[in-house]
C-alpha cells in the first residue's frame, strides 16, 4: 500500500455495508467498536452524499431448497433450519447501521454481495465506477465481493476497520497481502480526506 | 478440515488449468517440479476419463483498450502492452501440460476462470456440477475461481499441490484456513482414490 492514495469522487462512489446482521455480528468479539465505526463511515457517506448501498443474507423457504447440497459452505448453514430466514431477528440489518430511505438494499442467498442479486445493475445505472466497502466477515462476503467486483472494472477501496473476521491472522493476512492486488485498503480515518466532492 | 471428501463421478468433474502460462510460471522458483505435478494430475484426469478445461489469460489489442484505469490489476499490466499477447508464444498453454483433442481451451482477459469466458456454459451443457482446481497463482487465478465457481454452486475441490504462489505463506493460508470453507483441498496423490463412476 505503498501507492498514493486514490481519490474518491463522491458523486460515482457506493459504499456498500455488507452483512452487519446479528447472524454474523453474534461470532465476533468487540462489535461495539465495530458498530461504531461502520456507523461513523455510513455518516461520512451521507453528509457527502455518496450512495449507501447494503447487502444481507436472507432464505426464504425456496431459497434453501434451490442451494443444492454441493455447495459446501451454505450446505453446512442451511442444517441449521430457520437461522437464516428472512423474517428472523438475526437477518436483520443491525439497528445501529440501518439503511434509509433511499438506499439500496439487496438480499442475497449465496456469499458475494453481486451473486444472484441486481447490486450491480443498480451500480451501473447510477454510473457508479467505485466502491468502497465495509462488512462481516473480511473472509466471507468482503473476499468474493473484492474478488468479484475487481473483475467486474470497480474501483475497490476496502475499509479495513470496518470489516473484521473471527481470525485475527485471516484479516491480517488479506488487508495486507490479498486485497491489495486488486483494491486500495485504507482505514475509516483516512476516508474523509479522500472523498472529493465535484464543485 | 474434519471432512471426508465425497467420492466423485468423472462424468459429471472437471479439472480446471489455470494461467499454466510460460510468460508467467517460467520464472518461478521450482517450476520443473510444479510443472510436472500437474502433468501428473492431468495424467489422472485423462485416465478416468475427466473433463480437462484449460484456463489461459491473453489479450488482444482490443482487450487491452478496453481495460478501464478503475480496474487495478489490469490497468497496471496494460502498460506493459504485448507482454501478454494472445498470439505470443509465452501466452500459450505451458508446452508441458499441452492441451489434447477434445479439451476445453478458454482465454480469459480478467482474474477469475469464470470472467470474460463462457466456461460456466460449456460445463454446464455437459452437466458437469464438480470442478478439480490446479492454478498458478493461489490468490490471483486459483482464488477469484474458487469464490466465483462456490456461488455458482459448484462442488469444489482444490488440488493443492497443483497450486502454487509467489507468497508461500499466502499459499498456505488459503489452503489451509480460507478454501476449506467453500472447498475440499486435497493433495493429487489422493485425487485417485476419489475418481469413481456413480453406479
Redesign the interface.
Known sequence: MTDQLPRIDTRYAALLVMDYQPAWIQTLTDTDVLLSRAARVIAIARERGTQVAYARVAFTPADYAAVPARNLIFNRLASRAGALDDDAPATAIDHRVAPEPGDKVVRKTRVGAFARTDLDEWLRDRTIDTLILAGISTSGVVLSTVCDAADRDYRLVVLADACADRDPEIQDLLMHKVFPQRAQVITVAQLPDLLQTAR | MAEQPPLIDPRRAALLVMDYQAGIVDSLPGVDALLSRVAAAIAIAREHEVQIAYVRVAFTAADYAA??A????FSRMAGRAGAMAADAPQTAVHSRLAPQAGDIVVRKT???AF??TNLDARLRDQQI??LLLAGFAT??VV??TV??A???????IVLSDACADR?P??HE??ME??FP????VIAISNLPELLRPAR
Not at chain 2, 70 to 73: A, D, E, K, L, Q
Not at chain 2, 150 to 156: E, F, I, P, Q
Open positions: 481495460i478501464p478503475t480496474n487495478r490489476s480478467r482474474v477469475g470472467a470474460t456440477d464438480t490468490s490471483g482464488l477469484s469464490r466465483d462456490a456461488d455458482r454452486d459448484y462442488r469444489l507468497d505463506e499466502v493460508l488459503l484456513k480460507v470453507r467453500q472447498a475440499y
